[in-house]
């Protein structure tokens, strides 16, 4: 299995808080992703990270910020929870795609399961 | 757009049968394909990777097929074990600056002993 964690697992929060989810990998691979999982909507991309300080929007990104300070961390932030934003938060990662066929791979994490009350 | 679809969205057989999957997608310009595999309160774990050059691709009882020019994708299972159960997740893979994947909503499988 990839090296790849979330933090925390499980969090519940209130309306209008913010919310910060982790995701770190031991793999040293360059992109990392943000998804969201939601019944009737399936995985849609939140952000992604192509290189440290390199980011970029994906299909759901409103109310969502993202930060790569470090290879190995790639962090979400809801910076005022709402109800909509209830969800379970993947984090995925590859290496770079064209330069070999397994590098294209996309590994995910655990997940985040978030409730915002 | 791309848009993925998987049907049907839920498929219960018994135990030893072969079975496939189904997975089509509205744009045929894609850079792969990927099937995944997620049980119940877990993340997604990577089954196969197909190019799009490639046709088929294959792991012990698993099989994938891709057909670009009509926008499909199977995945067949060998003598379908309980073990099996879960659901599969097809995603078209798609070059928008980085590779994205656009996921289908899944087939949740049942492998009935």
């Known amino acids: 299995d990839a090296g790849i964690t979330q933090s925390p697992r499980h969090k519940v929060t209130e309306t209008g808080t913010p919310v910060t989810l982790r995701c770190h990998q031991t793999e040293n691979h360059r992109y990392m992703y943000w998804y969201r999982q939601d019944p009737g909507h399936g995985l849609r991309l939140i952000h992604y990270s192509y290189g440290v300080k390199d980011t970029d929007k994906g299909e759901v990104s409103d109310g969502y910020s993202v930060s790569r300070s470090k290879t190995e961390d790639f962090l979400l932030t809801l910076e005022s929870a709402t109800s909509s934003q209830t969800s379970v938060y993947f984090c995925?990662?590859?290496?770079?795609?064209?330069?070999?066929?397994?590098?294209?791979?996309?590994?995910f994490g655990p997940g985040t399961r978030l409730l915002v009350l | 757009k791309q848009e993925v679809t998987q049907i049907p969205a839920a498929l219960s057989v018994p135990e030893g049968e072969n079975l496939v999957l189904n997975c089509s997608f509205t744009d045929s310009a894609i850079y792969n394909l990927q099937w995944f595999r997620q049980d119940p309160g877990k993340g997604l774990t990577s089954l196969l990777l197909i190019q799009s050059s490639q046709r088929e691709q294959t792991s012990g009882r698993l099989n994938a097929s891709l057909d670009k020019s009509s926008g499909r994708s199977t995945l067949y299972i060998a003598a379908s074990q309980p073990g099996d159960s879960a659901t599969y997740l097809c995603?078209?893979?798609?070059?928008?600056?980085?590779?994205?994947?656009?996921f289908g909503q899944g087939t949740r499988l049942t492998i009935n002993p």
């Open positions: 995925a990662i590859s290496e770079s795609p064209g330069q070999r066929i397994d590098g294209e791979t996309q590994y």
């Open positions: 995603a078209v893979g798609i070059i928008q600056g980085a590779q994205k994947l656009v």
